[in-house]
């Protein structure tokens, strides 16, 4: 089992990532927000992955932080949903914004995904409303894949280059930009960034 990735970002495309390890190529089926937030070709990154292994296929799939892998994991629990309509759904929704819409019970929210209809958008509100009541997924913190040139991707660029590991960074960025907010300045940003990582 691989459970997460570190090297060099070979390639993206509108699916996938290639993440260069020692040498091997790794293709990482990604959502939408985590594959804008790697960055450019050429860069360290470090990814946490999902296997699945199947009959006539092995697939890896990355994602930027563990909720994010955690809301995957649950989402293919799922009769119906397989690990690309998972995808999608991660790629049109936060992690936060799909715990709102499962705990509202907002299934409009879910079938704004490409692949997802109204009767599976039911289904995965209907399956899921229990199991995400009690699990500390999607919450603030857990969602730390930001888009590269905000305020947050800038932060955890920052908090790399002074050498803390990529989760390290994510935690500490994605709890400072829960504590200060959306509008958070970069330099607010990465003060309280690296009080929280220190502690």
Do not use: C, H
Not at 52 to 79: C, K, Y
Not at 149 to 161: E, F, H, I, M, R
Not at 165 to 193: I, K, W
Request: avoid cysteine; hydrophobic fraction near 50%.
């Amino acid at each position: 089992m691989i459970a997460r990735l570190t090297g060099l970002l070979a390639e993206t495309t509108a699916d996938y990532a290639v993440i260069d390890v020692g040498g091997v190529g790794y293709l990482v089926q990604a959502s939408a927000r985590t594959l804008s937030a790697l960055g450019a070709a050429g860069g360290q990154v470090m990814l946490f992955t999902e296997m699945q292994v199947r009959e006539d296929a092995i697939t890896l799939f990355g994602f930027g932080s563990a909720g994010e892998r955690d809301w995957f994991r649950l989402l293919t629990s799922v009769q119906g949903v397989g690990g690309r309509v998972a995808l999608a759904i991660l790629s049109a929704l936060a992690p936060d914004e799909l715990s709102r819409a499962i705990a509202g019970g907002d299934k409009a929210m879910v079938a704004r995904a490409n692949g997802v209809g109204p009767k599976l958008a039911m289904r995965i509100v209907n399956e899921l409303k229990d199991k995400v009541g009690g699990l500390a997924i999607g919450v603030p913190g857990a969602v730390v894949a930001a888009p590269a040139g905000s305020a947050a991707g800038d932060a955890l660029s920052a908090l790399a280059n002074l050498g803390f590991r990529p989760a390290e960074a994510n935690a500490a960025v994605a709890a400072a930009e829960q504590e200060l907010g959306p509008g958070a300045t970069l330099d607010a940003l990465v003060r309280l960034a690296l009080r929280k990582a220190a502690r």
